[in-house]
């Protein structure tokens, strides 16, 4: 029996320890949660650029392991990588669940959005994030992540999660994907908006959703990291959503082989 298999995609300066609370509860409900951990986040090579091409292929990678396709999993800035490995390989995706991710347009970053969207620079985390001198990394100091990312989470899961942000390569989360409706366009979606989240605000996950038409919504009224402060509530809509995406037998065969861009 093919396993229903959930990869699940952090987003900037976090880790796969993001989806640390969901493993149990996601096996008991019959998936097999696998985790991965994007390269440019952590302990960095300053002599390695690593874009949007490169952790595409570092999830690329991981769907070519396993056993069947796979629902990918998108928390924040990993909205972009997956919506970008849909477009690379159709096919390997049974859908995409966007955890007030960026579902960006093609073409677009965040930063763009915004300001259609018409929200005052800067937006979110960005006004507390601490470049390196050069710009090839940032930090998000901890009190600034516990206050903007996890404040409706317990006080001491949001401190522990705060402790765990780390250095992220610039090149790996200011980026954009280039998507088409020929192959990202035919992957089922579901987008899980947080109305009180601070970083990805609620006029911007709306305005993607406006922008990127098609996906499913469930609302959570909560902050930017469900996984902590809406736990049993996401993790429904996601098995929801991918037992659902799962049960359908996609035939799709990709026009082009390898990326699209």
Do not use: K
């Not at 298999?5 to 097999?32: C, I, K, Q, T, Y």
Request: proline share 8%.
């Amino acid at each position: 029996m093919t396993a229903r298999n959930l990869v699940l995609v952090h987003g900037a300066w976090a880790g796969g320890w993001v989806w640390d609370s969901m493993l149990e509860p996601l096996r008991a409900a019959g998936f097999n949660p696998v985790v991965v951990d994007l390269p440019g986040a952590g302990v960095l090579d300053r002599d390695t650029v690593v874009d949007l091409s490169a952790v595409t292929d570092h999830v690329v990678a991981v769907l070519d392991s396993l056993d069947g396709p796979a629902v990918l999993v998108g928390h924040s800035g990993g909205g972009i990588v997956v919506s970008q490995v849909a477009e690379r390989v159709p096919a390997a995706v049974a859908g995409i669940v966007y955890v007030a991710g960026m579902m960006l347009p093609s073409g677009m970053d965040f930063g763009m959005l915004c300001n259609e969207v018409e929200l005052p620079a800067p937006v979110g985390i960005s006004r507390w994030v601490v470049s390196s001198d050069d710009g090839f990394s940032s930090v998000v100091p901890p009190e600034a992540g516990a206050a903007v990312f996890f404040h409706e989470a317990p006080v001491a899961d949001a401190i522990a999660a705060a402790r765990q942000l780390v250095p992220q390569q610039e090149t790996a989360r200011l980026m954009a994907p280039t998507i088409t409706p020929e192959r990202f366009g035919t992957v089922p979606r579901l987008y899980v908006e947080c109305t009180l989240d601070r970083t990805v605000p609620i006029e911007t996950q709306r305005g993607m959703q406006q922008r990127v038409p098609g996906a499913n919504v469930v609302s959570l009224e909560t902050d930017h990291a469900p996984q902590l402060s809406a736990r049993t509530e996401l993790v429904t809509a996601i098995a929801e959503f991918a037992a659902d995406a799962l049960s359908r037998t996609r035939r799709l065969e990709p026009a082009v082989v390898g990326p699209s861009s």
